[in-house]
């Protein structure tokens, strides 16, 4: 992280703008809106600040910038002349004093940099991208605003009229959990949508609850997809960032891990083929336990909780326990391997039906239906099918189907080093071998799978090739 996020108070505080074209005049309007006294010390004024200068709203010093001026205790300066080398003696001379200096469209000589801002009320969203490229930020800003709608200003200004009625009815600990429980719930519902009426009922019925209301924490079955951080659902996001404690296994990646709530508790469980170095009665008599102290539990779970996740019985687990527990539906790994290979599942000129196997059955016998398998016209995926393919295609090619039926094998689908075998169901076990495919790895068995793009290299592999290509040239 090369810069620190900070939110400085500047009411009233005196700041110095150098440059009194256009420019600095967008930076005095972001200063006055934060409360600022602002001086700018130029020469001239733009037709904009000679307006505010002569109603009394900003100070001006009608001068070139000398080093003197900085003998004012200012609070932070703005450098904001269209002279580059002006620019880089004020940045020089703040540095020399300790002032917080900004140099408009060059980082290196900035101190801080100004974000792009989201406001809603009270609440600030501030994005920034380390002055490296102020269009992305710009981007980015607008993905923010469509995320964040204005209707959170009433939400975010309600939150702070209760906020002293809620300080002096709960503990600090059980504050956290009301507010979780009202923002997230029917309370910010109903403000959102423009129902005060019946949010003020909630919120004064909510302020009745006892401590002991709150004491029972919560289960969530998070399903985070494929792995790909932008495939998440908005209510995985929300989730993971409000939890108090995380458990999680080999197949959740680490850019979804970076995106949990900081100060939450992280139980790595394991749980890999022939190797659970957490049973799974244990994971649940686990989450069980934390529920009942009160912690928000997460358990994320590769792909969708409920499609060979053994969510179903982590659910019913929870509910014998009598512990709150919800379900967050994730991208399943068949739809995001499918889709990062070009393989559509479903297609009018192949495939009118779609089957999602497990390979992997709780006895380990690879027993299946296999004569409604091959019925015509069916894509087939399979999960968990690597460690059990030789067998697999011949008890496919037993019941009916040809030897060269269309088979495409996705490993790490939708990851940056994923790879894709395309074969028929006599061939594959050997191409596999040759090419070295491991686990986690989808089949894909039908005749869509002819139709994918077949990738032997992964992408970092490929890149790491272009660099030996340029580092040689």
Known sequence: MEHLPVFIKLTNQPCLVVGGGSIGQRKVALLREAGARVTVVSPDLSASLLKLYQQGQIEHMAQDYHVEVLMHPWRLVIAATDDEAVNAQVSDDCEERNLLVNVVDTPAKCRFIMPAIVERGPITVAVSSGGQSPVLTRLLKTKVEALVPQTYTRLAMLAAHYRQAVKDRFEPEMRRRFWEKMLTGDWSEAVLSGQEGKAEQLMQA????????????????????????????????????????????????????????????????GKERKNHCVPQDCINSMMISLAKEGQKVVRLKAGDPFVFGRGGEEMQAMQRADVPVTVVPGITAALGCAASAGIPLTHRDHSQGLSLITAHLKDGQLDLPWQALVAPRQTLAFYMGLSSLAELTHKLQQAGLPADYPIAVIEKGSHPDQRVLKSSLHEVVGRVEQHQFQSPSLLIVGSVASLAQEQLVAQSARAEGLNHVFNAQ
């Not at 009745?208 to 494929?226: I, N, P, R, W």
């Open 206 to 269: 909510a302020l009745t609850q006892t401590d002991a209301d709150f004491k029972m924490g919560s289960v969530h079955l998070v399903g985070v997809g494929s792995g790909k951080p932008d495939w998440l659902t908005i209510a995985a996001l929300q989730t993971m960032q409000s939890a108090d404690v995380v458990l999680y296994d080999r197949l959740i990646p680490p850019e979804i891990m970076a995106l949990v709530r900081r100060d939450a508790e992280r139980i790595y469980v």
